[in-house]
């Protein structure tokens, strides 16, 4: 079966930085399309960006030019390298792929 395990949240000041990753099992990675998705308190589930098996990728307008989502297909992860960070990016963020979801991990930015 397919597990996704985020890692990598926190706390961070406005304007710092942090970089999730995601290790992903079950799936053929180097074939599968990923992504990042993140649900702040009181609000939908929304996406934040994603990465075709050939590394096009695609960004929420909100992250365009401080996120960058990237992979590594012999280590089966997916990173998301967040920086500039604003208080309105804290949300619990989540890996998907093929239909399935991590358990999340949480970021939260201070200002």
């Known amino acids: 079966q397919v597990r996704l395990v985020e890692s990598g949240g926190g706390l961070v000041q406005a304007g710092g930085s942090l970089r999730l990753s995601c290790a992903a099992s079950g799936l053929i990675f180097s074939f599968t399309n990923m992504g990042w998705h993140r649900q702040a308190p009181g609000k939908q589930r929304e996406l934040v960006a994603t990465i075709s098996v050939g590394g096009r990728t695609n960004y929420a307008d909100s992250v365009k030019g401080r996120f960058t989502i990237s992979r590594d297909n012999a280590k089966s992860t997916v990173y998301l390298q967040m920086n500039s960070l604003k208080p309105e990016d804290t949300a619990v963020y989540f890996c998907?792929?093929?239909?399935?979801w991590g358990q999340g991990t949480q970021v939260t930015v201070s200002s």
């Open positions: 998907a792929a093929s239909g399935d």
